[in-house]
């Protein structure tokens, strides 16, 4: 394409400029280009060698004054010497570039756009006016090298884009020119905000700072960066407070109120995405405020400039963290830096006229002065220039076939006397070396290099001075959180006990409470509230609490799951205890009693109560008061069989007995024959209907435990927070039968006894069998409801005391009258007695 076309667009910009501001010739001097020499290949260079514009008020009648830059940056005027010193090594090396000479062509871009863009301007096409002349259709340079400001460098790329011109920048970070779309010709030796934003969300993340400010450049560098920054921290849990922005035209009054804000936000963590220019601006205003006591977190911008160490913001910045570029050493650079800004470095003049300031003697040493031109100890962003003019070099070194026996003698290159932009920039992309540090030196499919960082803190060394000590470091090139590490080396934080400053809008939930949302607030304001019983949180500041698992309970913190309480009815408990000894009162009640009824089996009354059944039945009824015993204790397979099986067969034996028995009162006293002549039932018959009786509950025990066996049980159901371990059924139809069986028995006995209660009282047990079969049944039917509504162990207690109840009311209906006469009347256990009464009765 015709540069020629160049000269359409300088006046169309000029016109613009001429509407908005002022035009576009701030400097006003015939020695623009500032820096210059000549070569085969021209590298063109934009530094802010200015970092301000000083602008007059522009009316309708009169031309706009030229803008005049002014506040002399030495930074950013080193990378303009280091740019030169790059060229001149490549000049001297008989390896890269051998017989090509390299000139450069640097232009001042004030750091803002419009300076940037009158030097894309130059640098492209030249200063001389083009109007009427044939354009010799060749850049004046075939790269460029800047600028420092994301802004600059986005105006400096787009119009150099359109010739499909190289662009190198070494301190452009918005992660914006990454876009190949817009910018396909741009390089860069410094990484991509994309990847800082996100180092910064982690570093304040590490930390444990969820509650931020943040304040930014208002231009392209801030703007992006934050915004980055903030979605990168939304994503990490991390709230920012206020996000304030700052140009660098600002006026005092919006200066001012960004630092009120500032001050009156309870965030102890201040992220500030600034150029250098704005940082200044805002530490004037915070000196004035007295802003102090924040934990400054900074972009790599201003986090290594040496002239923020003075003791002027010290009290300020002291403690800063924030990532920077990995600093390197130039060989040779500080001897080749130029004394110039003598006067200003020393206090002094060579006018000896000037009232008030000393003369130079011309003695001075400039190499024992620190300032931002001399100064090497930092060589950060200066290596990245000097990383750029290389990779022009190489790109131009591959394209002119340097070195390649098939197109070259002794190292030459061939030369060529039209370098297409476009095929530089495909050189430049493939471009892959090493420098004599040892450093890579390569660009990805966007122009970006690898992103690493260092991580520097601002601490004091032993004088006193300020210096940024590397205490960790960012590689993007790693995944899976490994991208951010810390080495252990101690931080020094701005706060008065050195301690890491706390920044949070709310403080952590701890183990065993969980976080709730205020409404209307940021996620990181919140309040704290317990877990409910049966969950947990194992974690400071935990978002929800988790449930236990089935058999396991919170503990009283609520910060732990551990076993449940196993409940069931033991020996150890009171309820336990008094069951037992009752059951084994029981028991040994019963043996007493068969011990009279052994010690008087010969008397009368035994023998007409039918001695060989009320041993039977006391045997029985001893082994229902020991069966109780089976429902005491931890259930196991074996006892919760045996304590079923045992309970429905010893009371189907005890009511078995009875109702034999009843039966052979009823068939004696209601035979038509006198008594003396009634055959008594047969003992056989008797056995066999105990036994018969007896069998028929074995049977179905036998299918039960068959088919569906009783089992130990954990039972989660009843009680949240405890385990009750019972007996299942297995079948409860088993059960049932069972239960049912023995209350059929006892209802048959019951009948019985109730027809035959008034027959003659010394032969008759019918009315005693009648009250022990009342009392049997209404234990047994009141069991029943109870039984099913009682919680956990006390199902078992309820059937025990069942179990005890109708046993003691069988015992003492029965055999209570019995011993009575037995051990207190034994007048009326004689055969004459009974025989009288039997008289009386008929």
Same mark, same amino acid.
């Given at each position: 394409?015709?540069?020629?076309?160049?000269?359409?667009f300088?006046?169309?910009?000029?016109?613009?400029?001429?509407?908005?501001?002022?035009?576009?010739?701030?400097?006003?001097?015939p020695?623009?280009?500032?820096?210059f020499?000549?070569?085969?290949?021209?590298?063109?260079?934009?530094?802010?060698?200015?970092?301000?514009?000083?602008?007059?008020?522009?009316?309708?009648?009169?031309?706009p004054?030229?803008?005049?830059c002014t506040?002399?940056?030495?930074?950013?005027f080193?990378?303009?010497?280091?740019?030169?010193?790059?060229?001149?090594?490549?000049?001297?090396s008989?390896?890269l570039?051998?017989?090509?000479?390299?000139?450069?062509?640097?232009?001042?871009?004030?750091?803002?756009?419009?300076?940037?863009?009158?030097?894309?301007?130059?640098?492209?096409?030249?200063?001389?006016?083009?109007?009427?002349k044939?354009?010799s259709?060749?850049?004046?340079?075939?790269?460029?090298?800047?600028?420092?400001?994301?802004?600059?460098?986005?105006?400096?790329?787009?119009?150099?884009g359109?010739?499909?011109?190289?662009?190198?920048?070494?301190?452009?970070?918005?992660?914006?020119?990454?876009?190949?779309?817009?910018?396909?010709?741009?390089?860069?030796?410094?990484?991509s905000?994309?990847?800082?934003?996100?180092?910064?969300?982690?570093?304040v993340?590490?930390f444990?700072?969820?509650w931020?400010?943040?304040v930014?450049?208002?231009?392209?560098?801030g703007?992006?960066?934050?915004?980055t920054?903030?979605?990168?921290?939304?994503?990490?849990?991390i709230?920012?407070?206020?996000?304030e922005?700052?140009?660098?035209t600002?006026?005092?009054?919006?200066?001012?109120?960004?630092?009120?804000?500032?001050?009156?936000?309870?965030?102890?963590?201040?992220?500030?995405?600034?150029?250098?220019s704005?940082?200044?601006?805002?530490?004037?205003?915070?000196?004035?405020?007295?802003?102090?006591?924040?934990?400054?977190?900074?972009?790599?911008?201003?986090?290594?400039?040496?002239?923020l160490?003075?003791?002027?913001?010290?009290?300020?910045?002291?403690?800063?963290?924030?990532f920077?570029?990995?600093?390197?050493k130039?060989?040779?650079?500080q001897?080749f830096?130029?004394?110039?800004?003598?006067?200003?470095?020393?206090?002094?003049?060579f006018?000896?006229?000037?009232?008030?300031?000393?003369?130079?003697?011309?003695?001075e040493?400039?190499?024992?002065i620190?300032?931002?031109f001399?100064?090497?100890?930092?060589?950060? &962003?200066?290596?990245?220039?000097?990383?750029?003019?290389?990779?022009?070099?190489?790109?131009?070194?591959?394209?002119?076939?340097?070195?390649?026996?098939?197109?070259?003698v002794?190292?030459?290159?061939?030369?060529?006397?039209?370098?297409?932009?476009?095929?530089?920039?495909?050189?430049?992309q493939?471009?892959n070396?090493?420098?004599?540090?040892?450093?890579?030196?390569?660009?990805?499919?966007?122009?970006?290099?690898?992103?690493t960082?260092?991580?520097?803190?601002?601490?004091?060394?032993?004088?006193?001075?300020?210096?940024f000590?590397?205490?960790?470091?960012?590689?993007?090139?790693?995944?899976?959180?490994?991208?951010?590490?810390?080495?252990g080396?101690?931080?020094?934080?701005v706060?008065e006990?050195f301690e890491?400053?706390?920044?949070?809008?709310?403080?952590?939930?701890?183990?065993?409470?969980?976080?709730?949302?205020?409404k209307?607030?940021?996620?990181?304001?919140?309040?704290?509230?317990?877990?409910?019983?049966?969950?947990?949180s194992?974690?400071?500041?935990?978002?929800?609490?988790?449930?236990?698992?089935?058999?396991?309970w919170?503990?009283?913190?609520h910060?732990?799951?551990?076993?449940?309480?196993?409940?069931?009815?033991?020996?150890e408990?009171?309820?336990?205890?008094?069951l037992?000894?009752?059951?084994l009162?029981?028991?040994?009640?019963?043996?007493?009693?068969?011990?009279?009824?052994?010690w008087?089996?010969?008397?009368?009354?035994v023998?007409?109560?039918?001695?060989?059944?009320?041993?039977?039945?006391?045997?029985?009824?001893?082994?229902?008061?020991?069966?109780?015993?089976?429902?005491?204790?931890?259930?196991?397979?074996?006892?919760?069989?045996?304590?079923?099986?045992?309970?429905?067969?010893?009371?189907?034996?005890?009511?078995?007995c009875?109702?034999?028995?009843?039966?052979?009162?009823v068939?004696?006293?209601?035979?038509?024959?006198?008594?003396?002549?009634?055959p008594?039932?047969?003992v056989?018959?008797q056995?066999?209907?105990?036994?018969g009786?007896?069998?028929?509950?074995?049977?179905?025990?036998?299918?039960w435990?068959?088919?569906?066996p009783?089992f130990?049980?954990?039972?989660?159901?009843?009680?949240?927070?405890?385990?009750?371990?019972?007996?299942?059924?297995?079948?409860?139809?088993?059960?049932?039968?069972v239960?049912?069986?023995?209350?059929?028995?006892?209802?048959?006995c019951?009948?019985?006894?109730?027809?035959?209660?008034?027959l003659?009282?010394?032969?008759?047990?019918?009315?005693? &069998?009648?009250?022990?079969?009342?009392?049997?049944?209404?234990?047994?039917?009141?069991?029943?409801?109870?039984?099913?509504?009682?919680?956990?162990?006390f199902?078992?207690?309820?059937?025990?005391?069942?179990?005890?109840a109708?046993?003691?009311?069988?015992?003492?209906?029965?055999?209570?009258?019995?011993?009575?006469?037995?051990?207190?009347?034994?007048?009326?256990?004689?055969?004459?007695?009974m025989?009288?009464?039997?008289?009386?009765?008929?």
């Amino acid at each position: 394409m015709s540069l020629c076309i160049m000269s359409l667009f300088v006046v169309i910009v000029r016109i613009l400029a001429e509407e908005e501001t002022a035009v576009c010739e701030m400097w006003g001097s015939p020695e623009f280009p500032l820096l210059f020499k000549s070569g085969d290949i021209m590298i063109g260079g934009a530094f802010s060698m200015h970092s301000q514009i000083d602008a007059s008020s522009v009316t309708l009648s009169d031309a706009p004054d030229p803008l005049i830059c002014t506040r002399v940056n030495f930074r950013e005027f080193r990378f303009a010497q280091t740019m030169i010193f790059a060229i001149e090594e490549i000049n001297k090396s008989s390896s890269l570039l051998p017989n090509i000479s390299v000139g450069y062509k640097i232009f001042d871009s004030c750091g803002s756009t419009l300076p940037s863009t009158r030097a894309a301007m130059g640098l492209i096409n030249g200063q001389e006016k083009t109007f009427g002349k044939s354009c010799s259709g060749q850049s004046t340079v075939h790269a460029i090298i800047g600028t420092s400001e994301s802004s600059s460098t986005i105006v400096l790329s787009q119009i150099s884009g359109i010739f499909q011109m190289p662009v190198i920048s070494h301190f452009s970070t918005c992660a914006c020119l990454s876009n190949r779309k817009e910018h396909p010709s741009f390089f860069r030796t410094i990484p991509s905000d994309y990847y800082q934003s996100r180092a910064l969300a982690q570093l304040v993340k590490h930390f444990g700072w969820t509650w931020v400010g943040a304040v930014r450049s208002d231009n392209d560098y801030g703007n992006n960066g934050m915004a980055t920054f903030i979605e990168a921290a939304t994503q990490e849990g991390i709230c920012v407070e206020y996000s304030e922005a700052i140009a660098r035209t600002a006026s005092k009054e919006q200066v001012e109120r960004v630092v009120r804000v500032i001050t009156r936000g309870t965030a102890k963590v201040l992220v500030a995405f600034l150029a250098q220019s704005e940082m200044d601006i805002l530490l004037e205003e915070a000196l004035r405020q007295n802003l102090t006591g924040l934990q400054w977190v900074g972009s790599e911008s201003w986090i290594t400039a040496q002239h923020l160490t003075t003791m002027k913001y010290s009290n300020i910045l002291y403690g800063s963290i924030g990532f920077a570029i990995k600093k390197a050493k130039i060989a040779g650079l500080q001897e080749f830096l130029l004394q110039e800004f003598w006067e200003e470095t020393f206090g002094c003049s060579f006018q000896s006229s000037l009232q008030g300031v000393k003369q130079c003697s011309g003695s001075e040493r400039l190499r024992d002065i620190k300032n931002p031109f001399t100064d090497v100890s930092e060589l950060r &962003i200066s290596n990245n220039v000097y990383k750029a003019v290389y990779a022009v070099a190489h790109a131009m070194h591959s394209m002119l076939k340097c070195g390649e026996k098939s197109e070259a003698v002794n190292m030459s290159c061939t030369w060529k006397s039209i370098l297409p932009p476009k095929e530089i920039v495909k050189h430049i992309q493939n471009v892959n070396f090493s420098l004599p540090s040892g450093e890579r030196v390569y660009f990805d499919e966007k122009g970006d290099p690898a992103a690493t960082y260092q991580l520097v803190n601002w601490q004091r060394n032993s004088a006193g001075d300020i210096v940024f000590v590397v205490v960790g470091s960012y590689d993007a090139s790693l995944q899976n959180g490994k991208e951010f590490t810390m080495n252990g080396l101690n931080i020094t934080w701005v706060t008065e006990s050195f301690e890491r400053p706390v920044s949070v809008c709310s403080e952590s939930c701890p183990p065993g409470f969980r976080q709730a949302m205020i409404k209307g607030k940021p996620i990181c304001c919140f309040s704290c509230i317990a877990c409910t019983a049966g969950e947990i949180s194992n974690s400071t500041n935990s978002a929800e609490c988790s449930p236990c698992p089935l058999e396991y309970w919170s503990n009283e913190d609520h910060n732990k799951c551990v076993p449940k309480v196993i409940e069931f009815l033991s020996y150890e408990e009171t309820m336990g205890a008094l069951l037992a000894a009752f059951s084994l009162f029981g028991a040994s009640l019963t043996l007493v009693v068969s011990f009279v009824f052994f010690w008087f089996r010969h008397t009368p009354l035994v023998k007409a109560s039918n001695s060989e059944l009320s041993f039977l039945l006391l045997l029985s009824l001893n082994l229902c008061f020991l069966c109780a015993l089976t429902f005491i204790g931890q259930p196991t397979d074996w006892s919760c069989m045996l304590r079923h099986v045992a309970f429905g067969i010893t009371f189907a034996l005890c009511i078995s007995c009875i109702l034999t028995k009843t039966i052979t009162v009823v068939i004696a006293f209601t035979a038509k024959r006198p008594a003396n002549t009634v055959p008594q039932c047969s003992v056989s018959l008797q056995r066999m209907g105990v036994l018969g009786g007896t069998f028929l509950q074995v049977l179905v025990c036998a299918v039960w435990l068959t088919l569906a066996p009783p089992f130990p049980y954990n039972n989660t159901v009843y009680a949240t927070e405890r385990i009750v371990l019972e007996c299942s059924l297995g079948s409860s139809i088993g059960f049932w039968v069972v239960l049912g069986y023995i209350g059929l028995l006892a209802i048959l006995c019951l009948i019985l006894a109730f027809l035959a209660r008034k027959l003659p009282d010394n032969f008759n047990e019918a009315k005693f &069998i009648t009250f022990s079969m009342l009392i049997f049944s209404a234990v047994w039917v009141t069991f029943i409801p109870a039984y099913v509504s009682s919680p956990g162990k006390f199902t078992v207690a309820v059937e025990i005391f069942a179990i005890l109840a109708s046993s003691f009311g069988l015992l003492f209906c029965i055999f209570a009258p019995k011993c009575y006469i037995l051990l207190l009347k034994p007048e009326r256990n004689t055969k004459n007695h009974m025989m009288g009464r039997e008289k009386h009765f008929h």
